[in-house]
């Protein structure tokens, strides 16, 4: 499941693809995928849009049109955002195909159908629920201990609220509280103010890495450039039941919390 590394990777792969094309034609081959405020059509909308940025906001990607309207992309489980020459093959499971003028295209792929391509108005206010860019500025270790301060949640069940902290999903949860040696099940009232300030730490760290490896592949995640990311190569936790932790050689063990597998280090997450 894309996280923001992975969303990250593909929006700036997308930025140095298609931002200045202008979109000939949209082909929509499921419905319920192209969304549109009421009364607009999606196809028609978006003719003749130029493609002038491409961003991130938590584990959305944005094209960004001359018109000042935005393709907002969220691509839940499964869903592929490739950008495609002239003639090359689709993605199975490929439900909207934006034509550029050039005869390239993005393709918006997704086997499992949850995930949305949606055409937002200027100034909508699309992402009034989203809390805040872990790697923004603003996210500071004492605004992350005032948030988590009389929280009986369990600290990963609150890491992946998006409504807190955006962006982390259950592979960087895991990987950002076995980095602080924090067991993820621990109340979040309950850590102190030195733990929370590692597990601040341990996110940007952990984030910054993945963006720096393109992602992580795990299932379905590639790239914009329809590649695999590298960061599943040096996951310390995510999917190793039974292997040694790599801070202390004590068997992974897996859980389930908030109905997610989580994996984690008995000996060295406290
Ligand atoms: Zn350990």
Not at 188 to 217: N, Q, Y
Request: net charge positive; aromatic share 6%; glycine share 10%.
């Amino acid at each position: 499941m894309p996280e923001l590394p992975e969303v990250e990777t593909i929006a700036r792969g997308l930025a140095g693809r298609i931002v200045g094309k202008t979109i000939a034609s949209v082909e929509v081959r499921l419905p319920k995928i192209a969304v549109a405020p009421a009364g607009v059509d999606f196809a028609r909308a978006l003719r003749g849009e130029r493609i002038v940025g491409v961003s991130r906001r938590a584990k959305y990607a944005i094209l960004e049109l001359s018109s000042g309207r935005s393709l907002v992309t969220s691509l839940r489980m499964t869903g592929r955002l490739v950008a495609q020459e002239s003639g090359a093959p689709s993605y199975r499971g490929t439900h909207i195909v934006l034509r550029f003028t050039d005869r390239s295209r993005l393709d918006f792929a997704d086997l499992r159908t949850f995930g949305r391509m949606r055409l937002v108005e200027p100034g909508e206010p699309w992402d009034e629920r989203l809390g805040i860019e872990p790697l923004s500025s603003g996210f500071t270790p004492e605004g992350f201990i005032g948030m988590l301060a009389g929280r009986t949640t369990p600290i990963k069940a609150l890491l992946l609220d998006q409504q807190r902290v955006v962006g982390i999903g259950n592979i960087y949860a895991c990987e950002a509280l076995w980095e602080a040696g924090i067991r993820p099940s621990r109340p979040a009232k309950a850590l102190t103010k030195a733990a929370i300030r590692r597990l601040h730490h341990a996110i940007v760290d952990v984030l910054s890495r993945a963006i720096d490896m393109r992602g992580t592949s795990v299932d379905d995640y590639v790239d914009a450039d329809g590649l695999e990311g590298g960061f599943q190569n040096v996951l310390s936790v995510y999917g190793k039941l039974g292997e040694p932790c790599p801070r202390c050689a004590s068997p992974i063990v897996r859980t389930v919390l908030a109905q997610r597998g989580t994996w984690w280090c008995r000996s060295c997450q406290r």
